[in-house]
């Protein structure tokens, strides 16, 4: 048993970030290694390649997961973006800027267009660079099909893949430059580094406060970045530059330190092409203690009658 748990603990970033890739949620992620990891335990077959055994594991746990939240996020209130990921355990350097592109919330959501079979093959063959006999056991299927489903899945995702700045020093000097203007309210600055269709969009699943829309161009959205950001520092809510999903972002905090909203950046061409902020308190719960996005809404109201 001490053998299978130190190979378990070894392997464990790879089958996280296997799960996170299918499933998009951090909480549900965690606890499909942790099934895959009771059932390597329980095992009373010699296993030859534990990797084999427990990448297939937790894929096919994925995949049965999937199915059934499928069923939720159809009667999702708003728009539906994965939980936010702070850091990926799985390191290769040298496919590191590859990694951090497919777990960005623009890759997670363009994986959604994907059947569970699809997500899966593509996630462990296009990402991980599995061989299709890999593939086929861990999905149950024979080469041939997977070899179908793969080419299925890569032509979903051509379609619409998204792309980002290839330059990371230009990109977080770009993503400084836009938090610095964001914290000072700095209209022309903001619509300066804003491409010219940008969108912005809030996940608050009907949980939390969000926008009514998704707001779109660098006009608009500049205009109500730059009025609401600075009353939120009034009301001691703080900005925490993090990456999110492998691309510039931050935490918003209350004065207790409570996650108020993660913020997370698309960025090409030097300017900032997409802004998704995750309010929904049940996709915040893993990173501390949540805060209470109601209240923070009616003291942001307060504080902006005040400035008027």
Known sequence: MENRTEEFQELRPLLFSIAYRILGSVGEAEDAVQEAWLRFAASPAEIRSPKAFLSATVTR?????????????????????????????YEDPVRSAELADSVS?????????????????????????????????????????CRQLAVRARRHMSEGRPRFEADRRGRDELAA????????GDLAGLQDLLAADVSLVGDGGGKAPQLARTILGARHVARLLAAVFPVLARIEVTCERHEVNG????????????????????????RVQAIRLVLNPDKLGHMGPVADAW??????????REVD
């Open 247 to 270: 691309q510039p972002g931050a935490i918003f905090r209350d004065r207790h330190g409570k996650v108020l909203q993660t913020f997370s950046l698309d960025i090409l061409d030097g």
């Open 295 to 304: 209240s923070i809404s009616e003291e942001l109201k307060q504080a902006r």
């Open 61 to 89: 746990i994925s995949i049965d997961v999937l199915r059934s939240a499928r069923v939720r996020r159809e009667e999702y209130v708003g728009p539906w973006f994965p939980e936010p990921l702070l850091a990926d355990p």
């Open 177 to 184: 430059r836009f938090f610095d203007a964001l914290q000072e």
């Open 105 to 145: 919330m623009a890759a997670l959501l363009l994986l959604e267009r994907l059947s569970p079979l699809e997500r899966a093959v593509f996630v462990l063959r296009e990402v991980f660079d599995f061989g299709f006999p890999e593939v086929a056991a861990a999905v149950g299927r024979s080469e041939a099909a």
